[in-house]
């Protein structure tokens, strides 16, 4: 069938390289929208936990926590009463349930939670995420996914609740690992950490396009020096990168200094005459900046 042949081509892909890792998310739409024939929701989670198990969980490619296939689930509890003991009876016992925000960690089945995106935050999610953290502290044994995120805006969506979190020009994004580092480190490592949610446009907190942090760079140069301002948050800034071109299309980096530094001594880089740039490279997953062509020499 398709599904079977896209099942295929998943975890062949995934096996192909290695260290990647396979998770199946049990939606709740994939219980409304059941494949199981005049099934209630509760024969319908006792069929797709069986299909995942028989048709995913053998693959090498399937993550495992404790050499148990993980499993993980989005609003489940909140659409429908699950009796998960029930559940549990009926497909396996040898599975890591991971459930969602701070009240996974105790569910009946967990072997872990996962924390989101607070769309109602009126301090950025930076409460829910300490919420979250706290509960994980509580329960060592279990699996924490940590969350970053650069915001939240479902006000294009067609299911629009009207609910925004501000980016604060990527400020938003930075503090949501500052939380984690606040509570894990090296000695104490979170078990997983997800990026909410990478691609998801309609609710404005896709990353895969790069994070907004709405800055500037001015430059100018005199002499053997150039030099830059800038106008927004530095601290969204990694290093900055200055650009020689000679037809204003071709680039060629002739230094980096770090974020903090607003000036170079052209002097030693053997070049008299052209235009230069700066750009202003952001931290992971902030969108770089690009100051425009600065004409220097003769």
Partial sequence: ?????????????AENHPGFKVIIMIDKGAVTLSPCAGCNPQQTMIYLTNYVLQHYANSPAYARWNGKPVITQFDLDLHFTLDWAAIQAATSSNI???????GGF???VTSGSYSWMNATSTQYGMDYLTGFYDAAGKAPQ???WGAGYKGFNDTLASWSLNRVVGQQCGQTWLDTFSKLN??????????????VTWNDYEE??????????????NATSAG??????????????????????????????????PAGVHSVNLGSFGVSSGNLLVEAVGKAS??????????FGN
């Fill in 182 to 195: 606040s509570y894990y480190n090296s000695s104490n490592q979170i078990a997983a950490l997800q990026l």
């Fill in 106 to 108: 105790t569910h009946p």
């Fill in 96 to 102: 890591a349930w991971v459930f969602e925000n701070k």
């Fill in 224 to 257: 053997s020096s150039l030099q830059w301002k800038v106008t927004g948050n530095e601290s969204t800034v990694d290093h900055y990168a200055v650009y020689f071109t000679a037809d204003g299309q071709n680039l060629f980096e002739l230094t980096s200094v």
């Fill in 204 to 217: 404005g907190t896709e990353i895969e396009s790069g994070i907004d942090n709405c800055l500037t760079v």
């Fill in 142 to 144: 279990q699996m924490a």
């Fill in 286 to 295: 902030i969108k770089n900046q690009m100051s425009g062509l600065v004409k």
């Fill in 1 to 13: 069938t398709p599904a079977d042949f896209r099942r295929i081509q998943t975890a062949a892909a």
